[in-house]
């Protein structure tokens, strides 16, 4: 059974630092692997998604990377700013029927 | 491209009565939609998957006769909440994918709905 794990559950960093999101899972047969953030109340913006096939993904400030056969995927965060003050979800589509395995979160402060 | 629309984002509604929540993928044929839905401070739990002209599949534990999924059209899933009580009161969010598995797509939120019974 797939299992996703991030670490950490909260972080709270000034403004500028760069910055390393953790998402680990357990079982490497995987389709892809999808960066989202959440707002307090709102739906999930997609970020990044990296197929089974990529290493990374870059997008401005943004870079994900995967490696399979070690079950982890980081999201690195470059320059952060108080808009990035969000919730972070990794998913892996694994893929059984479609569903999406989460991880918990990672709630991420940046302070002015 | 692959924007997802939900409607209505916030719902206030009264005991016994039904609320509608609509999801439309606006510039793209969505093959499969999702429901999912949100407790406070905690992730997401998927309640159905639909595929269009299809009965949608419900995950263990949800009640497919109080969550009614209908999947008509390839750019329109609905979710109708029957005999409300507040214990339904959540946040519920939508989401649907172009793809097959291993396709790349990736999967597109809607903006979600705030339902209050009270």
């Known amino acids: 059974k797939q299992e996703v794990t991030q670490i950490p559950a909260a972080l709270s960093v000034p403004e500028g630092e760069n910055l390393v999101l953790n998402c680990s899972f357990t079982?490497?047969?995987?389709?892809?692997l999808q960066w989202f953030r959440q707002d307090p109340g709102k739906g999930l913006t997609s970020l990044l998604l990296?197929?089974?096939s990529q290493r990374e993904q870059t997008s401005g400030r943004l870079n994900a990377s995967l490696d399979k056969s070690s079950g982890r995927s980081t999201l690195y965060i470059a320059a952060s700013q108080p808009g990035d003050s969000a919730t972070y979800l990794c998913?892996?589509?694994?893929?059984?029927?479609?569903?999406?395995?989460w991880g918990a979160g990672t709630k991420l402060i940046i302070k002015p | 491209g692959a924007v997802v629309s939900q409607h209505p984002s916030r719902v206030i509604c009264k005991s016994g009565t039904s609320v509608k929540i609509e999801c439309r993928s606006l510039?793209?044929?969505?093959?499969?939609m999702f429901w999912y839905r949100q407790f406070p401070k905690q992730s997401l739990m998927l309640m159905a998957t639909?595929?269009?002209?299809?009965?949608?599949?419900?995950e263990q534990g949800v009640e497919k006769d109080k969550f009614l999924i209908n999947h008509a059209s390839l750019t329109l899933s609905t979710l109708t909440v029957t005999s409300a009580h507040p214990e339904d009161s959540s946040f519920y969010i939508c989401?649907?994918?172009?793809?097959?598995?291993?396709?790349?797509?990736?999967?597109?939120f809607g903006s979600g709905t705030r339902l209050t019974v009270v």
């Open positions: 998913a892996v589509d694994g893929s059984r029927n479609y569903q999406l395995i």
């Open positions: 989401s649907a994918t172009k793809g097959t598995p291993g396709t790349g797509y990736g999967y597109t």
């Open positions: 079982d490497s047969a995987i389709y892809n």
């Open positions: 510039d793209f044929q969505a093959t499969t």
């Open positions: 990296i197929q089974s």
């Open positions: 639909s595929n269009e002209g299809s009965k949608a599949t419900y």
